[in-house]
């Protein structure tokens, strides 16, 4: 269709047949969030640029080629933000949430990065995440963990989920490790694929996540962290591992799982699925206890995770998650009286039934046309307003659902009778 405007690519609309399975699943995050005493931060969509180069780390996928960013009219190069750790440790900073305590933080909203869109992968996507500051020990990286194992139990996909955990160690432990592979993969440089030579000196770890299968024996081989990592690092997943075992979760640890991110260290855990392909991973975390100091603030363990949202809405389709989204009471009125009279009684309506669900009918038509669009609306009961209703301020009832006989009834008697007939309470 040339000449119609259409969306970028990859960048969806999410419409009314959707609406209401986003609007469920939010609902549920909220209440998550909340019974783990989490407090919502919201964040702005735009950021400097500097603020992801420096964070995330300019050796990164990310930040080589998925940001969106651009000069506004300033000459300031900004980006669109691309995960939402590093603007929420930009905010704890800058209002000062970070002194002499501690903080449990989410946020949900859009997010974007110039990726090759597929089922699963967006340009605009969206994620749920959790942030933590100031606690060191494996007790709250067990808390995220156990917090992301209710979600999948109250949505009913703990048979579709697995947990898959590493350890990151310290930076210098990384480092050491670093330099084995470095020189692992270069004794190997003809195996490499492309992907896997460019980060060799870029970002080495990275070539360990590689989903090329040509790549699979070759990354198997490679010398194995755990003979390098740093004694502390060490106890603090034995110490995690203890937890989760205590509270009953089932997890894999995975050494080959690194996270596209430069800011993780020890503690890195995803939530996998395979019902939807390559874009497997539905919710990623972990410890980024060097990113406030290398802010400016005063040295703050952190950990959190994000969840994709489009990805959990994708295992959901498969599920029975139905929302009410039809209205309940379709109000019918022919005649310019009538008309005029329906805007009056549907607002009386709502204001002695709240949460009552009225579609009113506006464009005029016959009772016969807008009985058609009654009933095609999903409601429960019609209300019908005519000239001799009005005369007698009264209005019809007909059950659209069910046999039954059309009852009428008083204007003041309504809300009682709609609140009987409809079991509202
Ligand atoms: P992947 O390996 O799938 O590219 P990632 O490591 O880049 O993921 P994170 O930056 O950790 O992902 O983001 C956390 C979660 O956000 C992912 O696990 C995924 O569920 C979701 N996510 C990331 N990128 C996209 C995208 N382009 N479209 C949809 N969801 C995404
Ligand atoms: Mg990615």
């Not at 909340?34 to 919201?42: C, D, K």
């Amino acid at each position: 269709m040339s000449g119609t405007l259409q969306a970028i690519r990859g960048m969806n609309d999410i419409l009314p047949p959707e609406t209401p399975r986003w609007q469920w699943l939010e609902e549920r995050l909220c209440e998550l969030a909340s019974a783990y005493g989490y407090q919502e931060i919201r964040l702005p969509i735009v950021e400097q640029t500097a603020l992801f180069e420096r964070s995330i780390g300019t050796a990164t996928d990310i930040v080589e080629k998925e940001m969106y960013t651009f000069t506004d009219r300033n000459g300031d190069s900004l980006t669109l933000r691309p995960e939402g750790t590093a603007g929420c440790v930009r905010a704890a900073l800058q209002h000062g949430l970070l002194h002499n305590q501690s903080q449990r933080l989410w946020y949900r909203g859009p997010m974007f990065r110039h990726e090759r869109p597929q089922k699963g992968r967006y340009r605009q996507f969206h994620q749920f995440g959790v942030e933590v500051f100031g606690l060191a020990g494996p007790d709250i990286d067990a808390e995220l963990i156990l917090m992301s194992a209710r979600l999948w139990r109250t949505l009913e996909l703990e048979e579709v989920v697995r947990l898959e955990l590493n350890t990151l160690g310290s930076p210098e432990a990384r480092a050491a490790y670093r330099d084995v592979l470095v020189e692992y993969f270069q004794r190997h440089y003809e195996q490499l694929d492309e992907d896997s030579r460019r980060r060799l000196s870029r970002n080495p770890l990275r070539i360990l996540d590689s989903k090329n299968p040509a790549m699979a024996g070759l990354i198997e081989g490679a010398p194995s962290f755990s003979d390098y990592l740093d004694e502390a690092s060490r106890e603090h997943f034995e110490g995690l591992r203890r937890l989760l075992d205590a509270a009953g979760v089932e997890y894999k640890v995975n050494p080959r799982l690194v996270r596209g991110l430069d800011y993780y260290g020890k503690t890195v855990f995803e939530w996998i699925t395979d019902r939807l392909g390559a874009q497997g991973t539905v919710c990623a975390g972990g410890r980024y206890d060097g990113l406030v100091e290398q802010f400016g603030g005063r040295p703050t363990p952190a950990v959190g995770y994000a969840i994709g949202l489009e990805r959990l809405i994708g295992l959901l389709e498969d599920g029975q998650h139905a929302c009410p989204a039809s209205p309940q009471v379709y109000l019918i009125a022919v005649g310019d009286a009538a008309q005029a009279q329906a805007l009056v009684l549907a607002e009386r309506l709502r204001d002695a039934l709240p949460g009552l669900r009225l579609l009113l009918h506006c464009g005029g038509g016959s009772f016969k046309s807008q009985f058609r669009r009654a009933d095609r609306s999903g409601a429960e009961l019609a209300l019908i307003l005519g000239e001799e209703e009005v005369a007698e301020r009264c209005a019809g009832i007909k059950h659209l659902r069910r046999e039954a006989g059309q009852e009428r009834i008083g204007w003041d008697a309504l809300p009682g009778r709609l609140r009987e007939l409809l079991a509202l309470d």
